[in-house]
């Protein structure tokens, strides 16, 4: 049975740093896209930032550019996001998402749809 576990979520202040993790469990997802969405309340689900297997492409979403930075650790299972310079408007739940493919072009990865397999969630709290 295929999980993914996020942490690291909580309280923070504007300009503050985060780090959430996301675990996986049940397979490998080799081959494959990782991504982090969000949804604050009352919206939709965003996307935030998708990852290739092996790291060599990374997109955002134009909102968190030069402020996140996704990663992740294959041998561990792991997929990463570190949150600097945090604003108010960060605030919501972030969920990690797997197994998009990775031989679609990344405009898919944006998509909820692209992928097969995600999280319960972290919230993310950004206070003034």
């Known amino acids: 049975q295929v999980q993914l576990v996020e942490s690291g979520g909580g309280l923070v202040q504007a300009g503050g740093s985060l780090r959430l993790s996301c675990a996986a469990s049940g397979r490998t997802f080799s081959s494959n896209v990782m991504g982090w969405f969000r949804q604050a309340s009352g919206k939709e689900r965003e996307f935030v930032a998708a990852?290739?297997?092996?790291?060599?492409?990374?997109i955002y979403v134009d909102s968190v550019k030069g402020r996140f930075t996704i990663s992740r650790d294959n041998a561990k299972n792991t997929m990463y996001l570190q949150m600097n310079s945090l604003k108010p408007e960060d605030t919501a739940v972030y969920f990690c998402?797997?197994?998009?493919?990775?031989?679609?072009?990344?405009?898919?990865?944006?998509?909820?749809?692209?992928?097969?397999?995600w999280g319960q969630g972290t919230r993310v709290t950004v206070s003034s």
């Open positions: 990852i290739s297997w092996r790291g060599g492409t990374t």
């Open positions: 998402a797997a197994d998009a493919n990775e031989y679609s072009s990344p405009t898919i990865w944006r998509r909820v749809d692209a992928y097969d397999y």
